[in-house]
């Protein structure tokens, strides 16, 4: 839905549950970059409706977890070409919690991708780069002129 600010009452307009409500910071090209925990530990999102996955650098999740080069439970899925055209190898790892203030996406699926092929293109500062695989399990409302995004569970009525 679209609203002109002065008809917007609410902006969670869609449910009584619980709410979380997150400042967030936007680069040039307008792209949504906020903060949540993944795991418990504090990551940086780019919101990213336009990728079928959600991903972040191997090497980025290695530095934040601690995990060694032969971490038994990070494991490889395939390989396919990355940011047109370049072959990479993907990982992934069995995360249990990415935390919005409270509003969380259970078993977040998380590309793990070597960082010489993790390339945001937009100059943005974010760890992960949450798609649709982890975008479909919330609501989103943005309010530009407040810069926050207002966020529940998709279940919530």
Known sequence: NLFKRTDCKSAVYWTH????SLPFAMNSDADIV????????PVRVFL??????????LEAARRLFGWTDNDQRVKFVASEKINGGAWASLYRFPFSTLDFNGIVVSNPQIELIP???FNLGRGSDAD??????SLRQLRLYV??????????SAEAK
């Not at 549950?17 to 979380?20: E, L, Q």
């Not at 309010?143 to 529940?152: D, K, Q």
Request: hydrophobic fraction near 30%; avoid cysteine; charge should be negative.
């Open 143 to 152: 309010s530009y002129g407040n810069r926050t995004v207002y966020l529940t």
């Open 34 to 41: 906020l903060d949540a925990t993944l795991d418990g530990k």
């Open 48 to 57: 990213d409706t336009g990728s079928a996955t959600s991903s972040m650098s």
């Open 17 to 20: 549950d619980a709410y979380a």
């Open 128 to 133: 992960i780069v949450l798609g649709m695989t």
């Open 115 to 117: 960082q010489d092929s």
